[in-house]
């Protein structure tokens, strides 16, 4: 968990997290809400994990969002049946699924800024 950039006291947490598993640029990519323990920050995550032989590279970053968005952003998620399967059929799933890599799900989001927050 990384150290909250807005208060610096609290650490930020992934609270609800949806796997759209691999893609054109990714062997695999989780699409996420975060917030802060101890402050207002929270917004959408992404996750990214690419193999290159034996080396796996991680990119873990979010955005924050306005908390009313961020709270309808984390329902929306919560209504997937299986959130670990990338194979889901479910309304969040065909959503999102098609959005990932270059095109990824954030881009689409209310977000406060593009400004990016570390998350991992
Ligand atoms: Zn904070
Ligand atoms: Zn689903």
Redesign the pocket.
């Known amino acids: 968990m990384n150290k909250c950039p807005s208060c610096k006291t609290g650490t930020l947490a992934v609270i609800t997290s949806i796997d759209l598993g691999p893609d054109d640029d990714n062997d695999g990519f989780r699409f996420e809400t975060f917030s802060c323990g101890h402050c207002d920050l929270a917004g959408a995550g992404e996750y990214e994990e690419a193999r290159r032989g034996t080396e796996t590279s991680v990119q873990h970053r979010g955005y924050a969002m306005a908390r009313t968005d961020f709270t309808a952003l984390d329902t929306e998620l919560r209504t997937?049946?299986?959130?670990s399967n990338h194979r889901?059929t479910?309304a969040?799933?065909m959503r999102y699924a098609a959005t990932t890599g270059t095109h990824a799900p954030t881009a689409r989001l209310p977000l406060v800024s593009r400004e990016r927050i570390q998350l991992g």
């Open positions: 997937c049946p299986a959130r889901c479910c969040v799933h």
